[in-house]
């Protein structure tokens, strides 16, 4: 059974920087395209960015676009989110996920397109 665990999350200062790493158990995370989603407090799940299963192309929403970048290890099974210029706004607890299908490029910017998550690690930007 492949687990997603996340790490790197923390309080920061708006303009800052955090790395968010997601490290996964299983031999598969090579095969499979992975995201990034948050989800801020009395708001739905939303997509972040996602990364295909060889590196690229790579996903991302428009209001972290410039300012986020995702990237894969598939020799160390992690994919990391760096984040730069963070925005009160960005604050939220922020989810990896693993695409649902095989060998298929991440297009569906959507949460039921992922079918393994982490359990989250919580950013929070200060003004």
């Known amino acids: 059974q492949v687990q997603l665990v996340e790490s790197g999350g923390g309080l920061v200062q708006a303009g800052g920087s955090l790395r968010l790493s997601c490290a996964a158990s299983?031999?598969?995370?090579?095969?499979?395209?992975m995201g990034w989603f948050r989800q801020a407090p009395g708001k739905e799940r939303e997509f972040i960015a996602a990364?295909?299963?060889?590196?690229?192309?790579?996903y991302y929403t428009d209001i972290v676009k410039c300012r986020f970048t995702i990237s894969r290890d598939n020799a160390q099974n992690t994919v990391h989110l760096q984040m730069n210029s963070l925005k009160p706004e960005d604050t939220g607890v922020y989810y990896c996920?693993?695409?649902?299908?095989?060998?298929?490029?991440?297009?569906?910017?959507?949460?039921?397109?992922?079918?393994?998550w982490g359990q989250g690690t919580q950013v929070t930007v200060s003004s």
């Open positions: 299983g031999r598969t995370f090579s095969s499979y395209a």
């Open positions: 996920a693993r695409y649902r299908h095989i060998y298929t490029v991440p297009t569906r910017a959507v949460a039921d397109a992922y079918d393994i």
């Open positions: 990364v295909s299963w060889i590196g690229s192309p790579t």
